[in-house]
């Protein structure tokens, strides 16, 4: 190649640079969106961990064991976005997001306050082989509500206990918990949300112990007792 060729080859690529570099910088410039996360958090009900002790539990038996279900998620709350709602007007909080998906995070929230909290139960990982209940969860809310320009975080959200055998429903209730914030500011925002989710995760802990606590296992963990004329029946 000649040094002309070379001079102008060197000549077009330096050109090419400077022409993106020149775009680049007509890019429009947008702010990072900050990132938060909640979840359990035990120091909040320690006091009551320590207070129950091994309270509830037999010696020498093991916990009862549960899976997972359905955790289905309100489908404007369920992503990285926060949503905040005002009478009749949803919008999502600009420029601030969750680390990752909302229903992800909370999931694992119930995972963390059952190893850290539960006393006679226990979240089972090897599947519904393993284990002769089912828990179900559909979250209604998980948002924040502004009233007179004052926020307050509300998650709530219905549970159900199925046992496996028979598909009889062993309790079902609904939990909610709502926490007001001083200041509509984000970083007080998630601290909110830490304290709902811990409160409702608590309280869902609490309601699986009572339900299963009503229900006699036999010598054999699969076998349970049949149901009574008043038990339900799920679907029907």
């Known amino acids: 190649m000649s040094a002309l060729m070379k001079t102008v080859k060197v000549a077009a690529l330096a050109s090419a640079a400077l022409a993106l570099s020149g775009c680049v910088t007509l890019l429009p ?15 909040l009900v320690e006091q009551k961990a320590e207070a129950a002790g091994t309270a509830g539990r037999a010696v020498g038996m093991a916990p009862t064991g549960i899976v997972f279900g359905t955790v289905t998620f309100p489908q404007d709350s369920a992503g990285d976005r926060i949503v905040t709602v ?11 997001r969750w680390t990752s998906a909302a229903s992800g995070l909370f999931k694992d929230a119930i995972s963390t306050g059952f190893a850290r909290g539960s006393q006679t139960v226990t979240l089972e ?30 998650v709530a959200l219905d549970a159900r206990l199925i046992r496996l055998s028979d598909r009889v429903v062993v309790g079902q209730k609904f939990i909610s918990a709502d926490i007001p914030v001083r200041k509509s500011d984000m970083s007080l925002m998630a601290d909110g949300y830490n304290q709902a989710t811990t409160q409702v995760v608590t309280s869902l802990i609490d309601f699986s112990e009572d339900a299963l606590a009503n229900y006699a296992q036999t010598a054999t963990p699969q076998e349970m007792a049949k149901p009574s004329a008043t038990q339900k029946v799920e679907g029907l």
């Open 29 to 43: 410039k947008t702010k990072p969106a900050q990132l938060y996360r909640f979840g359990y958090t035990p120091e």
């Open 86 to 96: 005002e009478g009749s007007e949803v919008a999502y909080v600009a420029e601030a």
């Open 125 to 154: 990982p090897r599947g519904p082989t393993a284990a002769n209940f089912r828990l179900d969860i559909s979250v209604r809310k998980f948002e924040t509500d502004y009233k007179r320009n004052r926020p307050t975080v509300s």
